[in-house]
């Protein structure tokens, strides 16, 4: 598949615009561990190619397992995940969904159990973040494949 345009070429504002939202996130306390699984979560349901392979390598990178990252689509039926973590993928996947369905009191009421307020902004901003560079290596078809651990000079992240 062949790119449609090189957005961070065209638009060098908006790139950095992305970016600056990927500077909050560094510091904005969330663990990076849980960080990468919330982009691979939203990735796969999104059906990013790009995303899938930047972030998969990341977090091998950083040290997440095989099995975690192979077995995230099913992280319901799994034992591989922290309740921390498991609160955050059904975060994950009701924003990434909202369309579909509305963020009920319940939901947010057994997330708040396991993250702050801060917590809950941040990790609500990984999702907005990645659900936008998601959108972005979509539609305009950034090719998969030629990422590497690191390689934060290409864009999307």
Not at 47 to 76: F, S, V
Not at 86 to 94: G, H, M, N, S, V
Not at 113 to 128: C, G, P, Q, R, Y
Request: net charge negative; proline share 4%.
């Amino acid at each position: 598949m062949n790119a449609r345009l090189n957005y961070a070429g065209v638009s060098p504002e908006a790139l950095r615009a992305m970016l600056h939202l990927e500077k909050y996130m560094a510091g904005s306390g969330l663990e990076r561990p849980l960080y990468e699984l919330i982009k691979i979560r939203a990735s796969q349901i999104n059906g990013c190619a790009y995303c899938l392979d930047m972030h998969t390598k990341d977090a091998r990178h950083a040290g997440e397992t095989e099995q975690r990252i192979y077995a995230l689509n099913a992280w319901r039926d799994t034992p591989f995940y922290t309740d921390r973590e498991r609160a955050a993928l059904e975060w994950t996947e009701a924003l990434t969904l909202i369309s579909q369905n509305r963020v009920e009191d319940q939901l947010y009421e057994a997330v708040s159990k396991h993250f702050n307020e801060k917590e809950l902004v941040a990790i609500t901003m990984a999702v907005i973040a990645i659900n936008g560079w998601n959108r972005l290596a979509i539609s305009f078809r950034t090719p998969a494949g030629s990422y590497q651990p690191g390689d934060h000079d290409h864009a999307p992240h």
